[in-house]
C-alpha cells in the first residue's frame, strides 16, 4: 500500500484502476468510482481493507490503493489532496483526437 497515516475517522479505500486510470473506491465486492458506494472502515477493520487492496494491487486490478481518512459528520475527505482529487483535473486533458 502507497500510504501508512494513522486515521481517527471512518476510512475508505481508494486507488486508480490498471486500464482506464480512473480514481476507484472499493465498494466490499468491487470497484466504484463514486466514494458515496465506498465500504467504510472504522479501525476495527483497517487492516482488513489495507489487505484488500494489497490483494486488488497484487490481481493487476489497481495501482496505488491506500486508506483515506473521511469526516464522520459529512463523509467528505479529512485531506485537502483528497477532496481535490474528487474534484478531478484542475485543466483539460487532451482527449485521443487531440492527441493524434
Known sequence: ???EKRLAGPSV?????????????????????????AERAGPDARA?????????????RVVGAYLVALDPESSEPVLLRERRRLAGPSFALPTARQAA
Open 1 to 3: 500500500m502507497a500510504k
Open 13 to 37: 479505500l481508494t486507488a486508480n484502476e490498471i486500464l482506464t486510470g480512473a480514481i476507484v473506491f472499493w465498494t466490499g465486492g468491487g470497484w466504484s468510482t463514486e466514494i458515496a458506494e
Open 48 to 60: 482488513d481493507l489495507e489487505e484488500t487492496g494489497r490483494d486488488e494491487e497484487d490481481a493487476n
